[in-house]
């Protein structure tokens, strides 16, 4: 970590202790918080004593739509044990709090270890993503207040954003907010804090309550968007290589001229040859073979987040999430993560859920009701030129 001194590490940046950080008098705030956290274990111990029997995992089952809060669960909890645990934790007992530089140390770095999209690397790190032009909210129980249980990263733009690194890694504009600069806002990272309360609609809560915090620090912020990862798409694609070679090299997702250029650009067959492209991280640096693939990867791209479906929602856990929410499937975003995450999980290929606010409850009741997606021209037309050029 140059420049951050030697003792400065990507996991023990946080329990430094810098100089003029205003911290409260530990003892009686720390004995009352592990007062409250103790007790508030044991009543979830005695909540799942009572709600859950004993009964094999394989029949832990709901018959919701698929998993929502961007992962896949494990096992989706049992109706009555959901039903308890969103009565505890509805929007009534949850406390929202922003997150800012001068929050306490312990906030600082429960947020950091809870952020599972983009991770946080150091001090600077942290300081840029709570900083000007950056918001951070999470919810807390009132029994536990600045102990986060779902954390959201919003930055403040002018326009929607269309690539990760611009948002986590530049710095902003100038270190003064200038209002007129901003015109949207972009949920860009959000994460639970608690695997356990998967299926807890914490995330959708905590959205409509950040807009419309920023509705009053902003009257004039009208334009609202995610910048989403894509979860399960490059494992999704080498599957599909992966039976195309082995039907003796049945080549159905590119074209005859997409195929031609590029094998010549890999030297082989196209599907073995993708399968160990695609694996890594390494083509990425290749202009021609992103060049290439651009065509090819985003009409396969919005075919999986539009068309791939898990008991007639979206199999893609972020897109069902904010799908469910109301939101449009907006615009996909080709090399929009170059990280090795981003390249190695969704061939960098990142996209915007827009919320048009006056239109998020239709949507919403459209797409869980009966199983219709709200696309934009770009999405439908990726997906028009799938089913023309793929054959699956």
């Known amino acids: 970590m140059r420049g951050f001194g030697p003792g400065l590490t990507a996991r023990c940046f946080l329990p430094l202790r810098l100089p003029g950080r205003p911290l409260r008098p530990p003892g009686l705030r720390l004995s009352t918080r592990q007062a409250a956290v103790g ?30 809060e961007g992962q896949c669960a494990d096992f989706e909890m049992n109706g009555v044990l959901k039903g308890m645990l969103s009565e505890w934790f509805s929007s009534g007992f949850l ?23 983009h991770p946080i690397k150091n001090w600077m790190d942290m300081k840029r993503r709570v900083g000007p032009y950056r918001r951070c909210y999470f919810f807390s129980h009132c029994s536990t207040p600045e102990e986060p249980l779902v954390v959201l990263h919003v930055a403040l733009t002018g326009d929607i954003s269309s690539n990760i690194q611009a948002i986590v ?64 798409f490059t494992k999704w694609l080498l599957g599909l290589l992966n039976s195309q070679a082995k039907e003796h090299g049945r080549n159905e ?16 067959p ?30 396969l791209c919005a075919w999986y987040l539009y068309g791939e479906k898990h008991r007639g929602y979206a199999l893609n856990p972020v ?29 960098g290929l990142m996209v915007n859920y827009r919320y048009f606010l006056e239109e998020t409850a239709t949507n919403s009741t459209n797409y869980l009701n009966s199983k219709n997606i709200k696309a934009s021209e ?4 990726l997906v028009a ?5 793929s054959k699956l």
């Open 39 to 68: 007790a508030l274990e044991r009543a979830m111990d005695e909540l799942l004593r009572r709600a859950v029997p004993a009964t094999p995992a394989y029949e832990l089952r709901e018959k919701t739509p698929a998993p929502a």
């Open 95 to 117: 406390n929202l709090e922003r997150v800012t530089w001068h929050s306490p140390c312990e906030v600082l770095q429960r947020v950091s270890e809870s952020e599972a999209v």
């Open 169 to 232: 890694k530049e710095c902003p504009p100038s270190e003064t907010e200038e209002k007129n600069k901003i015109a949207a806002a972009i949920f860009y990272s959000i994460s639970l804090t608690q695997q356990g309360l998967q299926g807890v609609e914490l995330g959708t809560f905590l959205i409509k309550r950040v807009v419309k915090e920023l509705q009053v620090e902003f009257p004039h912020l009208g334009t609202f968007s995610s910048l989403s990862p894509i979860p399960g």
């Open 253 to 268: 997702l590119f074209t005859d001229s997409e195929s031609k250029e590029i094998s010549e650009v890999t030297g082989g």
């Open 270 to 299: 196209i599907n073995e040859t993708l399968k160990v492209i695609l694996s890594s991280n390494e083509w990425a640096k290749s202009e021609t073979l992103v060049r290439v693939l651009q065509a090819p990867l985003m009409r």
């Open 319 to 347: 897109a069902n999430f904010h799908l469910q929410n109301g939101a449009v499937m907006w615009r996909i975003n080709w090399m929009a993560d170059v990280s090795l995450k981003g390249i190695t999980g969704s061939c």
């Open 378 to 381: 770009q999405v439908l037309s």
């Open 385 to 389: 030129q799938f089913q023309k050029n």
